[in-house]
């Protein structure tokens, strides 16, 4: 393996994953199609590893930006402050639990029939359309800050992100339709699927990782460095998108995404189909 090749795949591919994360337009989609051109050369189990530790640095970046708002315990709030923190931690394990139970279940499953080009485009595609729609028929939101959304509505949202377990759905797609058809508003409806991914990615790391050292596989000196300077670009990068998706929906509806989602679709199927 060439360090120093390897390592600057790495690179692009930590900022696909930090811009794609966050971005309602599907990492996953983005994974395949930049793993075709940009192939690690290491056995497929480091790069399934590789695919899933390096969220954990998307993950960081939602840690650093959000940590007061997470913090239940910062000496800067007040005792209702508190409170409507722990709340609102709650809703989010509340929101957890059925993509957690599905994941656990039929995660196997799940990546050996629907990890391919065509699912994944067809998901691409119609969640785009779904966008187009849902942002075409937005009315005037009902829960426009985080005490104004139940327990009900975040399962409900919950129930959303297991539509992400399929590749190619998005796992910030399927929660902000989600929660954007339940009446939430367009930020509300961000920042709850940036905190849905706290557990929900932490969860699916150390779960990849376990079975990876389980299995009894090990990881060379090349690859922890290949995987520790993807994790790192992915964390810098994600603080920039998810600054850019905020500071975007203050003016803008998530229309864009949609049609890039439907664009992307297209040309999945066109590579793998009529031009490979």
């Given at each position: 393996?060439?360090?120093?090749?390897?390592?600057?795949k790495?690179?692009?591919?930590?900022?696909?994953q930090?811009?794609?994360?966050?971005?309602?337009?599907?990492?996953?989609?983005?994974?395949?199609?930049?793993?075709?051109?940009?192939?690690?050369?290491?056995?497929?189990?480091?790069?399934?590893?590789?695919?899933?530790?390096?969220?954990?640095?998307?993950?960081?970046?939602?840690?650093?930006?959000y940590?007061?708002?997470?913090?239940?315990?910062?000496?800067?709030k007040?005792?209702?402050?508190?409170?409507?923190?722990?709340?609102l931690?709650?809703?989010?394990?509340?929101?957890?639990?059925?993509?957690?139970?599905?994941?656990?279940?039929?995660?196997?499953?799940?990546?050996?029939?629907?990890?391919?080009?065509?699912?994944?485009?067809?998901?691409?595609?119609?969640?785009?359309?779904?966008?187009?729609?849902?942002?075409?028929?937005?009315?005037?939101?009902?829960?426009?800050?985080?005490?104004?959304?139940?327990?009900?509505?975040a399962?409900?949202?919950?129930?959303?992100?297991?539509?992400?377990l399929?590749?190619?759905?998005?796992?910030?797609?399927?929660?902000?339709?989600?929660?954007?058809?339940?009446?939430?508003?367009?930020?509300?409806?961000?920042?709850?699927?940036f905190?849905?991914?706290?557990?929900?990615?932490?969860?699916?790391?150390?779960?990849?990782?376990?079975k990876?050292?389980?299995?009894?596989?090990?990881?060379?000196?090349?690859?922890?460095?290949?995987?520790?300077?993807?994790?790192?670009?992915?964390?810098?990068?994600?603080?920039?998108?998810?600054?850019?998706?905020?500071?975007?929906?203050?003016?803008?509806?998530f229309?864009?995404?949609?049609?890039?989602?439907?664009v992307?679709?297209i040309?999945?199927?066109?590579?793998?189909?009529?031009?490979?």
């Amino acid at each position: 393996m060439d360090t120093l090749w390897e390592i600057l795949k790495s690179i692009i591919l930590g900022i696909v994953q930090g811009i794609t994360e966050w971005l309602p337009i599907s990492s996953t989609g983005h994974m395949i199609l930049a793993d075709e051109f940009i192939k690690l050369q290491a056995s497929q189990e480091f790069k399934d590893l590789f695919f899933v530790i390096i969220q954990f640095g998307s993950i960081l970046a939602v840690i650093l930006l959000y940590f007061h708002k997470l913090n239940p315990f910062s000496p800067k709030k007040t005792k209702r402050e508190k409170g409507d923190t722990w709340s609102l931690w709650f809703k989010v394990v509340v929101a957890v639990i059925p993509a957690g139970i599905i994941g656990v279940l039929f995660d196997d499953q799940i990546h050996e029939i629907f990890y391919k080009p065509v699912p994944v485009a067809v998901c691409l595609i119609v969640y785009g359309i779904a966008f187009l729609i849902i942002e075409s028929v937005h009315r005037k939101p009902r829960v426009n800050n985080f005490n104004q959304l139940s327990y009900k509505t975040a399962l409900a949202i919950g129930v959303f992100q297991m539509l992400a377990l399929i590749p190619g759905t998005s796992r910030s797609g399927a929660t902000i339709v989600g929660a954007l058809l339940l009446g939430c508003s367009r930020f509300v409806s961000a920042e709850f699927s940036f905190f849905l991914a706290v557990p929900t990615m932490l969860g699916a790391s150390a779960i990849k990782l376990l079975k990876f050292f389980l299995d009894g596989f090990t990881i060379t000196g090349v690859e922890m460095a290949v995987l520790v300077v993807g994790t790192v670009v992915s964390f810098l990068v994600s603080v920039f998108a998810i600054k850019f998706l905020m500071s975007f929906i203050k003016k803008h509806d998530f229309k864009p995404f949609g049609w890039y989602r439907i664009v992307l679709g297209i040309l999945v199927i066109l590579y793998f189909y009529v031009v490979k």
